[in-house]
């Protein structure tokens, strides 16, 4: 058996070059690329591979700066969900704190379910220079440092104490990395002498090696009964989660219902499995879903989940379906989703394969003729609803809703829409119009603030044949706005529009609902006397000059009664350009967009001196009474 003498560095990059992930067809390299942020923990290691084979072997492993290690396993989680979990980024950091700034990030990616490979650097494995610099010392455990907060964040985790561990724990890496069922953050923790010594690496290890995506098909006895219970439903209504755009199921999810009328809701993750036209597409269902949506499924006697795993946002708190002989048919290629909310038949198995078996034995289903025309006419309603809330009115400070609009009436049908958190998430599920299955990127199972804009450069670097327009609010991109000095460097071009509505509208909103009236959420400065932030001046903040000090082009969008069709020229003038823009305008946070009859269970206080609290608990009490408390097997009464 040939072999090579290369540092652990160096055989690690290598083997990384060489991994490619199949999916039918389809293949491509499984580590597209590795992003660094060096220091001492991995100058001489990590970055001294990725030196020499930029040198000796240039097309072997990309490599691009980030100037924030949560903004660069951000990017590396939206350009791995463009990819339908087929591809992602390893991201290299030194020890300590560049180590911990990637802990949000891995969060993000095993809570979405997207790859995402860290590299963090660790502390000397022969303890030869105890304790080195930024390190974390345990008295009581000398084996720990600040990588094991890694721990209950990754899908797999492993150090490397000794080169000749390197090898399970690559091939390990790979396996989560490429297991739909499995993935997440995969870590793998170097510490910094180990990154230097020098390892025999077989040829084979070095070798090119392919990861088959797997994509299980579902019982035939299980979908026959699946088949029978669709059959005897009069009310059955589809839940399509992210499962089914990381399936690339959207297209065997239209024939589906196109052959049967069954109506289908979508989450956070499954918006885009169908267009927003489509007759059977009812919108977002849950806590910040459409009345067409919502309306259907609490009336549902057979909910069909594909793909989903029930946030309580998808299931409004479990006051979505509501009808008391509701069951569940979960389709889900883990079984960890598929058994939720005590489902009465999981599958576990893919979601497309499911759909296309599920389309050959219901052959002859449809819904009936009452039940598509009740969901057409909910649909219709809704549209309506939307399109009167789109109609600008003419105010120096538009509503979120308004700027929704004009963004997308200026977007194009495969552009790809990037949230995460705030209010705007929430107004997207049920007012964006998406017109592609990959056309709406918004991150809402961690909904971190700081996602959006580092995200929307990985959605870019993705597919530079769609634009990435990132919608962000003030508060968030305070949080994280350093990466467009890294799209400035690389000339990629995303558009960002950036509503400032001078603090966190979203909390802002749920404070007021909840009785605390938006305590601590504006951006005011602080009264001393009545210690808060809400009686002061506006901050004199300018967060557009700010951007532009990064590099990036700048439209201000001016507080006048034509806001609206400037920012909707503003948003075209950006698509024709061929460089980064952000887009900057004011908005009235107080101005909220149309209800779907969702709630969302926010617990609040059961004894209080303020009035406003009081009130808000007794609203609560009455909601509450809505919840199930075991999904799939009938409702519950809480009384």
């Known amino acids: 058996m040939t072999s090579r003498r290369m540092t652990v560095s160096q055989a690690l990059i290598e083997f990384l070059g060489h991994q490619f992930t199949v999916d039918g067809d389809h293949r491509e390299r499984t580590i597209a690329g590795t992003f660094g942020i060096f220091g001492h923990g991995n100058v001489a290691g990590i970055g001294q591979a990725l030196k020499q084979f930029s040198l000796d072997q240039p097309g072997l492993m990309p490599y691009y700066q980030a100037r924030n290690e949560q903004g660069m396993v951000h990017e590396s989680i939206a350009y791995s969900r463009m990819t339908r979990r087929r591809s992602t980024f390893a991201n290299a950091a030194s020890v300590g704190p560049g180590a911990t700034n990637m802990l949000t990030g891995a969060a993000v990616a095993t809570t979405n379910r997207l790859p995402v490979l860290l590299l963090p650097s660790d502390t000397f494995a022969t303890r030869v220079a105890d304790p080195v610099l930024q390190q974390l010392e345990l008295p009581h455990d000398a084996s720990m440092s600040v990588n094991d907060a890694f721990k209950p964040l990754s899908r797999f985790f492993d150090r490397v104490q000794r080169p000749e ?58 979908m026959a009964e699946v088949a029978r219970q669709i059959a005897g439903a009069k009310n059955p209504f589809i839940v399509a989660g992210g499962g089914v755009i990381y399936s690339d199921a959207a297209e065997a999810l239209r024939v589906f219902v196109e052959a049967t009328g069954i109506p289908v809701g979508m989450s956070q993750a499954g918006v885009g499995s169908l267009n927003w036209d489509h007759p059977q597409n009812m919108g977002s269902v849950g806590a910040t879903g459409t009345t067409a949506a919502n309306r259907l499924a609490a009336e549902a006697d057979l909910i069909i989940g594909i793909g989903t795993r029930y946030s309580d946002f998808t299931a409004a708190s479990r006051t979505a379906f509501r009808n008391p002989n509701v069951r569940f048919i979960n389709i889900n290629i883990a079984s960890f989703d598929a058994f939720k909310h005590g489902s009465a038949l999981p599958v576990v198995a893919d979601a497309r394969e499911s759909l296309r078996e599920l389309s050959d034995v ?36 538009p509503s979120q809703t308004e700027i929704i609009g004009a963004v997308q009436q200026a977007s194009d049908p495969r552009d790809v829409l990037v949230c995460a958190a705030g209010s705007l998430p929430g107004d997207l599920h049920k007012l964006w119009r998406v017109r592609d299955d990959l056309g709406y990127h918004v991150e809402y ?19 530079k044949t769609r634009d990435a327009i990132v919608m962000v609010g003030d508060g968030s991109f305070l949080m994280l706005n350093s990466e467009i000095v890294s799209a400035v460097a690389e000339g990629i071009k995303f558009i960002i529009v950036l509503i400032q509505n001078h603090g966190y509208a979203s909390i802002g909103h749920l404070s007021e609902t909840v009785g605390s009236q938006r305590y601590g959420t504006l951006y005011r400065t602080r009264d001393e006397a009545g210690n808060n932030f809400e009686q002061g001046e506006k901050l004199p903040v300018d967060l557009a000059h700010s951007a532009e000090g990064l590099g990036i082009d700048v439209i201000r969008v001016e507080p006048t009664t034509n ?11 950006a698509k024709a350009s061929d460089r980064a823009t952000l887009i900057h305008i004011n908005s009235d946070p107080l101005l909220y967009s149309p209800s779907g009859e969702g709630w969302w269970d926010v617990p609040i206080a059961e004894v209080s001196t303020m009035e406003s609290t009081q009130k808000s608990r007794a609203n609560y009490e009455e909601a509450v009474k809505a919840q199930n408390l075991y999904l799939g097997r009938g409702s519950a009464d809480r009384n």
Not at 176 to 195: F, R
Not at 363 to 383: I, L, M, N, Q, T
Not at 563 to 573: E, F, H, N, P, Q
């Open 165 to 222: 561990q390197l090898f399970s724990a690559a091939l390990g890496a790979m396996r989560v990395l490429t297991d739909p069922v499995e993935t997440g953050a995969v870590t793998i923790a170097l510490p910094e002498d180990v990154q230097a010594e020098v390892i025999d690496v077989p040829a084979e290890f070095l070798a090119d090696r392919e990861w088959h995506i797997r994509r299980p098909r579902p019982d035939a006895g299980l």
């Open 563 to 573: 806001a609206i069709a400037d920012l909707s020229a503003a948003v075209k003038a």
């Open 445 to 463: 199972a961690f909904s971190c603030m700081g996602y959006e804009i580092a995200a929307g450069i990985g959605v870019a670097r993705a597919d």
């Open 362 to 397: 219901i052959s002859g289903y449809h819904v009936s003729a009452e039940y598509a025309a009740r969901a057409a006419a909910e649909k219709a309603e809704w549209d309506a609803v939307v399109d009167e809330a789109f109609v600008p009115r003419g105010l120096e400070l």
